[in-house]
């Protein structure tokens, strides 16, 4: 057994602060082992592979940015009185403003707990109050994603939608379930009016089997129809499927196929491995580690998309998160640009700064003039491929090539209407909490009584469901 | 050659006059070059007759590679020195042949002559990588040596193409 290094967490029985050790056992994977006097030993699988959790953690090398402003006085320490407090160390890159807390899909699954009960929305003021937070805490330009519960059940979505711009917020991105944008054309265009920069859809599989076990019902017709007003539209989409096991594991290479024919309007596909909030799955089986995850996708991307592509989400810590940014060369085939083995560019670019770039500009609807998705698959060059609204320069190697028809020119089209980033955060559980991850969270909620709580601690839930914060400030 | 041609040779080199115009000046200051290595790749080129030359007579054009850059001067006879015409740069490497060798007789044969082979050079497919991303660039090759120039006007392609991979990375 070799130590990785001391933490501090939290018991899961009573959510006390705890400390553990995070270890390489003898068969080459990472644990954490913590301990509670009253409630015994907990033991969480990490990584399967400590190589692997290793070169995830040489590759990133960040600065960070301090939020702009922090709580004046806390008492109990992190995680306790959070809001952002004075050991909170960085900026936010993402803010998440719920709007309801009623939802209409009833899944088995729900981090959230939604249902369609009668709970109170928040009213305009208070909104306005949740958008002041995002502006008083965080750092230009300022990115907010409204959330919920499901955000399309309120009438009033496009004037919040709206406020949010009034009030000067630099993006604004919509989590939905897709469904009342499939059908309510009319609601769709007032979204848009209102001035929606990206959909964030959530999709977990390509078969109406997924859908029907979280859900009961067949989505996979509402999601297309989602995609194709958002073409329409030109408005980009990031499919985000929960991940679990004897879930939707075996479709992920699919759901990536998926996306990759319908670039550029998809600009990514954001997985979300299930962890244990909420109205969850009652075992560990469920989970998966990003290590699984990323294997499952060299899998079934028959080895096109490599785990050696994926290098370290811009986020927390190395193991928040994994990215891969691939271009499309043509159905199912991909163009991967990053790589861990190649190690890290020491950038001197701050994370939030960095990641509020990629979701603005990666993640921002598409010109409807700019999308080709209909070419995807053609592989054509020069004169037979839609030209975008750039066009590359003529003398472009696959224009005079006599032996092969792409080089460094369509590599330059390519970048610009085919492209595709794959990413999955490991959201944190009552499991395998890590205060050390929380204080460098950059993913914030934003609560009805004014303050910023980061997403994994916000969502936190005991193993018997009481909430660290949700429940307190909701009700 | 015999001792006293090569005495002159090099002192020729050594004493070599090459212009620099303003708006070449700025041009490697853009492109983030030194006046001095332009010198240095030209100095070199004439001293080991390692360049191409136009078919006319009137250009040369010279490289200079190390492990992170490959530069470029473009320039012509002046005076019975040199000016320098252009100068340029680029990260990428070439490694070889797309598709493992040249098809000497479908390329299109380029302006320029290898000065070395005496020969005529072509325009061929060239696989060139950086960043872990490897894929044809058009070139200007000697087909005896094997030598790979890049014209300059695919200065613009490569370029983006390097900046686009260096975004993505780290």
């Known amino acids: 057994?070799?130590?990785?290094?001391?933490?501090?967490?939290?018991?899961?029985?009573?959510?006390?602060?705890?400390?553990?050790?995070?270890?390489?056992?003898?068969?080459?994977?990472?644990?954490?082992?913590?301990?509670?006097?009253?409630?015994?030993?907990?033991?969480?699988?990490?990584?399967?592979?400590?190589?692997?959790?290793?070169?995830?953690?040489?590759?990133?090398?960040?600065d960070r940015a301090s939020p702009k402003n922090h709580l004046g006085v806390t008492e109990k320490g992190c995680p306790l009185d959070c809001g952002l407090c004075p050991s909170h160390k960085q900026d936010?890159?993402?803010?998440?403003?719920?709007?309801?807390?009623?939802?209409?899909?009833?899944?088995?699954?729900?981090?959230?707990?939604?249902?369609?009960?009668?709970?109170?929305?928040?009213?305009?003021a208070t909104i306005r109050k949740m958008f002041e937070t995002v502006k008083y805490y965080s750092n230009d330009p300022t990115c907010v994603q409204i959330s919920g519960g499901e955000p399309t059940l309120r009438e009033d979505l496009p004037e919040i939608i709206k406020m949010g711009r009034d009030l000067g917020l630099t993006h604004i991105e919509l989590n939905t379930n897709g469904v009342r944008i499939a059908q309510d054309q009319e609601y769709f265009d007032r979204i848009i009016d209102a001035g929606i920069d990206a959909l964030y859809l959530g999709f977990d599989g390509v078969s109406d089997d997924v859908y029907m076990k979280r859900t009961g019902k067949n989505l996979f017709e509402v999601k297309s129809e989602v995609i194709n007003k958002c073409r329409t539209a030109g408005i980009g989409?990031?499919?985000?499927?929960?991940?679990?096991?004897?879930?939707?594991?075996?479709?992920?290479?699919?759901?990536?196929?998926?996306?990759?024919?319908?670039?550029?309007?998809?600009?990514?596909?954001?997985?979300?491995?299930v962890f244990l909030s909420g109205r969850s799955p009652a075992d560990q089986e469920a989970k998966i580690t990003i290590l699984d995850l990323l294997e499952n996708i060299e899998e079934q991307t028959n080895g096109q998309l490599k785990v050696e592509h994926f290098t370290p989400a811009l986020m927390a810590t190395a193991q928040c998160g994994a990215t891969c940014m691939t271009l499309v060369e043509g159905e199912g085939e991909f163009l991967p640009l990053t790589n861990i083995e190649q190690g890290s560019l020491n950038t001197s670019t701050d994370v939030a700064s960095k990641t509020k770039k990629s979701i603005m500009g990666r993640w921002k609807g598409s010109s409807k003039?700019?999308?080709?998705?209909?070419?995807?698959?053609?592989?054509?060059?020069?004169?037979?491929?839609?030209?975008?609204?750039?066009?590359?320069?003529?003398?472009?190697?696959?224009?005079?090539?006599?032996?092969?028809?792409?080089?460094?020119?369509?590599?330059?089209?390519?970048?610009?209407?085919?492209?595709?980033?794959?990413?999955t955060m490991a959201f944190q559980d009552v499991w395998s909490y890590?205060?050390?991850?929380?204080?460098?969270?950059?993913?914030?909620?934003?609560?009805?009584?004014?303050?910023?709580?980061?997403?994994?601690?916000?969502?936190?839930?005991?193993?018997?469901?009481?909430?660290?914060?949700?429940?307190?400030?909701?009700? | 050659m015999d001792i006293k041609k090569l005495i002159s040779k090099i002192s020729k080199v050594y004493s070599m006059d090459i212009k620099i115009s303003e708006e070449v000046a700025n041009l490697l200051k853009d492109n983030g070059l030194k006046a001095e290595e332009m010198e240095k790749v030209i100095k070199d080129a004439e001293e080991s007759g390692k360049k191409l030359e136009s078919k006319d007579g009137s250009k040369c054009l010279a490289k200079a590679e190390d492990?992170?850059?490959?530069?470029?001067?473009?320039?012509s006879a002046s005076n019975g020195g040199f000016s320098l015409d252009s100068g340029y740069a680029h990260k990428m490497k070439m490694?070889?042949?797309?598709?493992?060798?040249?098809?000497?007789?479908?390329?299109?044969?380029?302006?320029?002559?290898?000065?070395?082979?005496?020969?005529?050079?072509?325009?061929?497919?060239?696989?060139?990588?950086?960043?872990?991303?490897?894929?044809?660039?058009?070139?200007?090759?000697?087909?005896?040596?094997?030598?790979?120039?890049?014209?300059?006007?695919?200065?613009p392609t490569i370029k983006g193409a390097e900046g686009i991979l260096e975004e993505k990375r780290g």
């Open chain 1, 92 to 124: 936010t890159c993402l803010a998440v403003v719920e709007v309801t807390d009623r939802c209409d899909m009833g899944c088995t699954y729900c981090f959230a707990s939604s249902l369609m009960d009668d709970s109170k929305d928040p009213d305009m």
């Open chain 1, 1 to 62: 057994m070799e130590q990785i290094e001391k933490i501090s967490s939290l018991c899961p029985e009573c959510l006390r602060n705890i400390s553990g050790v995070k270890y390489a056992s003898d068969d080459g994977k990472v644990y954490i082992d913590k301990e509670c006097e009253d409630h015994g030993v907990f033991t969480t699988l990490i990584s399967k592979d400590v190589n692997h959790y290793h070169q995830m953690e040489n590759f990133f090398e960040v």
């Open chain 1, 434 to 475: 890590e205060k050390g991850r929380i204080e460098n969270c950059c993913i914030h909620v934003v609560t009805k009584d004014g303050k910023f709580v980061p997403f994994c601690n916000y969502n936190l839930s005991s193993c018997n469901g009481e909430y660290l914060y949700r429940d307190q400030i909701t009700t």
């Open chain 1, 237 to 273: 989409v990031v499919l985000v499927p929960l991940v679990a096991n004897n879930y939707n594991l075996h479709e992920v290479g699919n759901i990536i196929k998926f996306a990759s024919n319908n670039v550029p309007t998809v600009r990514g596909v954001h997985f979300q491995p």
């Open chain 2, 67 to 75: 492990d992170n850059l490959t530069c470029y001067a473009l320039y």
């Open chain 2, 95 to 155: 490694v070889g042949p797309t598709g493992g060798e040249f098809n000497v007789e479908a390329a299109d044969e380029a302006d320029w002559i290898c000065k070395k082979c005496n020969e005529n050079a072509i325009e061929a497919n060239v696989d060139m990588t950086y960043l872990g991303v490897t894929r044809p660039g058009n070139a200007i090759v000697c087909p005896k040596c094997g030598d790979m120039y890049l014209g300059e006007d695919m200065v």
């Open chain 1, 369 to 423: 003039n700019e999308d080709n998705s209909e070419a995807v698959g053609s592989n054509k060059c020069c004169g037979n491929t839609p030209l975008t609204t750039v066009t590359v320069p003529q003398e472009s190697s696959c224009c005079r090539s006599t032996t092969k028809s792409n080089g460094w020119a369509e590599f330059i089209e390519m970048s610009k209407n085919r492209y595709l980033t794959i990413s």
